[in-house]
């Protein structure tokens, strides 16, 4: 069964800063790895897919990278903002079953 | 495009009655997916249609959830009857073709 585990759950970092967000899973065997954000009382939104042949994705200031052999992705943001305060979610899709499960998230507050 | 529609916003209700909870997704997209958020467990799905046809419900939690897809605009999660355990937010998604998935605003739902 896969577990996914988002670890600390909740960072704070004064703004500007560059900062990496983690994301340790447990079968490697996956289809895809997804990045997502949650705005309080929000749905998500979908913010990096990496298909399992690739070994990142940009959009923007976020780049998430994946390496399956050891079982992580990182999400990476430059310059941080006080707009990107929010919880970032990552979700392993394994098999193309289209069942994501997803860790309990990193709640990022970005200090002005 | 109006996003994914999850209807009510919130449900306040009494312990032993039955909740509806419906969603309408976004037009064209075959999939749709029913989770669970709560602080304890995290973000679990539930069940997922593809073509309005259930795939998998093994995260349903017991007898007293079901869930329906009469047609590619509409789908319901019924709780009967309900119990405090169940309150959590719940969320409806959809997608084009099972990958990225489109997370409608959520149902917040109080049992007491």
């Known amino acids: 069964k896969q577990e996914v585990t988002q670890i600390p759950a909740a960072l704070s970092v004064p703004e500007g800063e560059n900062l990496v967000l983690n994301c340790s899973f447990t079968d490697s065997a996956i289809y895809n790895l997804q990045w997502f954000r949650q705005d309080p009382g929000k749905g998500l939104t979908s913010l990096l897919l990496?298909?399992?042949?690739?070994r990142e994705q940009t959009s923007g200031r976020l780049n998430a990278s994946l390496d399956k052999s050891s079982g992580r992705s990182t999400l990476y943001i430059a310059a941080s903002q006080p707009g990107d305060s929010a919880t970032y979610l990552c979700a392993a899709m394994t098999g193309a079953n289209s069942k994501l499960t997803f860790g309990k998230g990193i709640t990022l507050s970005v200090r002005p | 495009d109006a996003g994914v529609i999850q209807s009510p916003r919130h449900e306040v209700t009494e312990m032993g009655q039955e909740v509806t909870l419906r969603c309408k997704p976004i037009s064209g997209h075959d999939y749709l997916f029913w989770y669970r958020q709560t602080m304890m467990r995290g973000l679990e799905l539930l069940i997922y249609?593809?073509?309005?046809?259930?795939?998998?419900d093994s995260g349903m939690p017991e007898d007293r959830f079901s869930a329906k897809m009469p047609n590619a605009s509409f789908s319901t999660l019924k709780i009967q009857p309900s119990e405090p355990r169940d309150s959590a937010v719940y969320f409806c998604a959809s997608s084009p073709w099972g990958d990225t998935q489109y997370f409608g605003p959520g149902t917040r739902l109080t049992v007491l």
């Open positions: 990496i298909q399992s042949s690739q």
């Open positions: 249609f593809n073509n309005n046809v259930p795939i998998d």
